[in-house]
């Protein structure tokens, strides 16, 4: 149980251009949702958290009109870069979780390597 | 705000061998979670262990026990019997109990290499 995917798991785009990332928890309803980001041979940095129906916390330095994150339903969340640069590129990992299972755990999806070109 | 510390980047061990990972962290609550996530050349995350702040016994889980030293602020992950799907990065996070609303601080990882 407990399974969260994303998807694309790789994409490549223009610079300037728009990406959309999903994340969906398919056997549990996340209450909460996060993005995080992880440089090459580096570790994972919060980006943003996310609860169904409410506005994202963005975490400190992070641009919240370039990513722009909507968790429309509990199994739901989407992670949208804007105007996207190279510099933008990494790897995005989403993670949700459940309140009721009053357990603070987190369960992963497999990531998406964006590449701006 | 909470920092964790991973002061091994790399570890490498033979096959069947005991290994202990370690980790550090700082914060003035009393009440917290720490995890230690694997990370293996797939990237995708997995959960390896879970311990509660309040909780003096510490977690196991099959080959992977943590030592907790609360006062200390240490939380280190031992691997019994290393196999060699065990080689991945791994990695120490931090979180405040707030049914699972606040994310991870991570640290930095450490590569463990399981040799043959």
């Known amino acids: 149980g407990a399974v969260v995917s994303q998807h694309p798991s790789w994409v490549i785009c223009k610079s300037g251009t728009s990406v959309k990332i999903e994340c969906r928890s398919l056997?549990?309803?996340?209450?909460?949702m996060f993005w995080y980001r992880q440089f090459p041979k580096q570790s994972l940095m919060l980006m943003a958290t996310?609860?169904?129906?409410?506005?994202?916390?963005?975490e400190q330095g992070v641009e919240k009109d370039k990513f722009l994150i909507n968790h429309a339903s509990l199994t739901l969340s989407t992670l949208t870069v804007t105007s996207a640069h190279p510099e933008d590129s990494s790897f995005y990992i989403c993670?949700?979780?459940?309140?009721?299972?009053?357990?603070?755990?987190?369960?992963f999806g497999p990531g998406t390597r964006l590449t701006v070109l | 705000a909470q920092t964790v510390t991973q002061s091994q980047p790399e570890m490498s061990v033979q096959e069947a061998e005991t290994v202990t990972l370690s980790c550090t962290y700082d914060?003035?609550?009393?009440?917290?979670?720490l995890f230690w996530y694997k990370q293996p050349p797939s990237r995708q995350m997995i959960l390896v262990i879970r311990?509660?702040?309040?909780?003096?016994q510490n977690a196991t889980e099959n080959r992977f026990s943590v030592n907790f030293q609360k006062a200390a602020k240490s939380f280190s992950l031992k691997i019994s019997d290393s196999q060699l799907g065990d080689t991945a990065m791994y990695f120490c996070?931090?979180?405040?109990?707030?049914?699972?609303?606040?994310?991870?601080?991570f640290g930095k990882g450490t590569h463990l290499i399981i040799q043959p």
């Open positions: 996310s609860n169904e129906g409410s506005k994202a916390t963005y």
């Open positions: 993670s949700a979780s459940f309140y009721a299972a009053r357990t603070d755990t987190q369960y």
């Open positions: 311990q509660e702040a309040y909780k003096q």
């Open positions: 996070a931090f979180t405040f109990p707030g049914g699972g609303a606040d994310g991870l601080t």
């Open positions: 914060t003035s609550e009393s009440n917290y979670y």
């Open positions: 056997d549990f309803q996340a209450t909460t």
